[in-house]
């Protein structure tokens, strides 16, 4: 048994009750119960569909100005959606070279649909100026009429798919592709990231006289490329970017058909760069499962600190800067662990493989004697349950059935609620459950909530005994580069320890694969990745942020 497994006294497989030795520290020891205050409506309620379309050709102020606030009157009201779950991060695409870049990009973006559902939007470049519309919802919502994508012509294109980490989640102000204008012409971003020194950058830009339109952390960029007294674009750039610390993968789009693709020093969000076969037309992405999707092969990742420039009216020629000193690569292990889709090659790997992986390990640091089928928690916890069955050679079932119709995204007010929103999204079988020894794999627990609402599922349905296997050591750090998961105070593996957990979620037993085993995985290269929200070793230090966090409170 890991340091990070504990099994209920009453077991009655032959698991033994732990004492409790993690190897994690914990900074909250809130032993309250879990306080669940949601209304229950599916994820696409709240968002008001609303969408902008712009173009920007007028002459230029000074400083940077978003487009989006010329439509202030299309703000809505701010709404919370569901908190207890990492939020997905954002995904960006970029496509140069191609007649129909836009309609690429919106199909790019239904790839990419699983980082963000909050708003969705394209900017292209056509004619020397830069059009764009965005909105909010999904991206078959905001790009439902044809004529919204006619309106984006142009050769060169990117997108963006929203999870807000800094900035109302239902504001339209804050959907990308931001558009700005400035002496130097226009430009467009679209950002994946997100930037720690956010609040410190804006007043001191604000102090010297920049007006901001949007509550994003994102806008901060556009404002520092604007103040930059460097030439050409690129040095521009690369002054903005040494101000920021924290998580960008960017992409910009100029007025004048060139494209830029830049990674933050540490590279913790993915970028890769690919080619379409029927055309040439270079395509960027957040992952590879886009590239697939527009049928471009992929070519390389962008490296950490570097900006890759692609000059759409000189034959698509590519040329490359590295942006900053090298720093150590900090890729983000929760790409591998839930953000990304298994098809994708995230950081050179393959995502399905290294969910096997864990999942193989978590078989071997934690069996379940007599055990007589292994489920998935479906979608993320698919691959992670097959490595485990694999391993322990005990039978692989579907279990558990998942409606395609419900999103990730629930909001429930009442226990009954809650118990309701997972019936709804998951389905038990109970052929295969009842009298059964059951093992339960998922990717990972945020606040315990989804574990414990299936465990109730799989009881209910005549199972003998439930053990959960966790994919991933427990969370005990929020994210500050990227993934919006709650404030530490509200991750349940800081409030209770393995074994409050075990009774909080209600099954027979619970074992996390542990941080050494994850890192083991990782072989040679986990120096280079950020387990940051399992160890609290962040690689930016997040004060800033842990301020602005606490005075929200
Ligand atoms: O402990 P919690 O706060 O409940 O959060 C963790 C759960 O949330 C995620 O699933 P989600 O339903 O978001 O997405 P999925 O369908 O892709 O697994 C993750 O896979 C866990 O199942
Ligand atoms: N998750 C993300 O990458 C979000 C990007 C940006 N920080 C935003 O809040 O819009
Ligand atoms: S803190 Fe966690 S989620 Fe955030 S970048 Fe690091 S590993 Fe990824
Ligand atoms: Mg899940």
């Known amino acids: 048994m890991s340091a990070t497994t504990v099994a209920a006294a009453s077991a009655s497989n032959g698991t033994t009750t732990a004492t409790l030795s993690l190897h994690h520290r914990r900074r909250h020891h809130h032993h309250q119960p879990l306080s669940f205050s949601?209304?229950?409506?599916?994820?696409?309620?709240p968002l008001k569909p609303s969408s902008q379309l712009k173009s920007l050709s007028t002459p230029t102020p000074r400083i940077a100005r978003i487009s989006s606030s010329y439509y202030p009157h299309e703000e809505v009201a701010s709404i919370d959606i569901d908190d207890d779950k990492p939020r997905e991060e954002c995904g960006v695409v970029g496509i140069?070279?191609?007649?129909?870049?836009?309609?690429i990009a919106c199909l790019a973006l239904h790839a990419l649909q699983h980082r963000g559902q909050e708003g969705a939007g394209i900017a292209s470049s056509h004619s020397g100026r830069l059009l764009s519309h965005t909105g909010l919802g999904l991206v078959s919502e905001v790009f439902r009429d044809p004529a919204s994508i006619a309106s984006l012509p142009g050769s060169s294109s990117i997108g963006h798919v929203r999870y807000s980490t800094a900035g109302a989640a239902s504001s339209l102000l804050n959907v990308q592709p931001f558009t700005a204008g400035y002496r130097f012409g226009h430009l467009a971003v679209a950002h994946n990231g997100n930037i720690v020194n956010y609040s410190s950058l804006r007043s001191r830009l604000e102090s010297s006289g920049s007006i901001f339109n949007t509550s994003s952390d994102t806008e901060v960029v556009l404002h520092l490329i604007a103040h930059s007294k460097s030439r050409p674009f690129v040095a521009r750039l690369v002054d903005a970017c040494q101000s920021l610390h924290g998580a960008y993968s960017f992409v910009f789009l100029t007025h004048d058909n060139k494209m830029f693709a830049v990674r933050d020093p540490h590279g913790f969000r993915p970028l890769v760069m690919g080619r379409r076969r029927t055309n040439s037309a270079i395509?960027?992405?957040?992952?590879?499962?886009?590239?697939?999707?527009?049928?471009?092969e992929y070519i390389r990742e962008v490296n950490p600190g570097e900006i890759v420039e692609v000059d759409g009216n000189n034959d698509n020629s590519i040329s490359t800067l590295c942006l900053m000193p090298q720093r150590q690569r900090k890729a983000c292990i929760f790409e591998h662990i839930y953000f990304a889709l298994p098809n994708s090659i995230v950081f050179g790997r393959a995502v399905h493989s290294s969910r096997e992986a864990f999942g193989e390990t978590l078989a071997s640091e934690s069996p379940v004697l007599n055990a007589d089928v292994v489920i998935p928690v479906p979608d993320s916890g698919f691959f992670a349950a097959l490595g485990y069955a694999k391993r322990s050679g005990v039978p692989f079932q579907q279990g558990l059935i998942r409606s395609h119709y419900v999103t990730r995204t629930f909001i429930q007010p009442s226990q009954e609620l809650r118990d309701l929103a997972v019936k709804l999204k998951l389905a038990p079988v109970q052929g295969i459950l009842k009298d059964k020894i059951v093992v339960v794999v998922d990717d990972s627990i945020?606040?315990?909530?989804?574990?414990?609402?299936?465990v109730r599922l799989i009881k209910n349905a005549g199972a003998k005994e439930v053990h959960m296997r966790i994919a991933c050591p427990p969370i005990v750090g929020s994210c500050y580069y990227g993934v919006d998961t709650p404030r530490t105070e509200e991750l349940i593996s800081n409030r209770m320890d393995v074994e409050g957990l075990r009774k909080e979620i209600g099954c027979d037993s619970l074992s996390f694969l542990s941080l050494e085993s994850l890192r083991r995985l990782l072989g040679d290269e986990a120096p280079t990745f950020c387990d940051a929200c399992f160890s609290n070793n962040y690689p930016v230090p997040p004060i800033e942020n842990e301020v602005e966090r606490a005075a929200a409170v």
């Open 96 to 103: 140069i070279g191609d007649p129909d870049s836009s309609r």
């Open 446 to 454: 945020v606040r315990g909530t989804t574990s414990s609402k299936i």
């Open 38 to 45: 949601q209304s229950f409506l599916p994820s696409k309620t």
């Open 283 to 296: 395509v960027f992405a957040s992952e590879t499962c886009a590239l697939d999707l527009v049928d471009a």
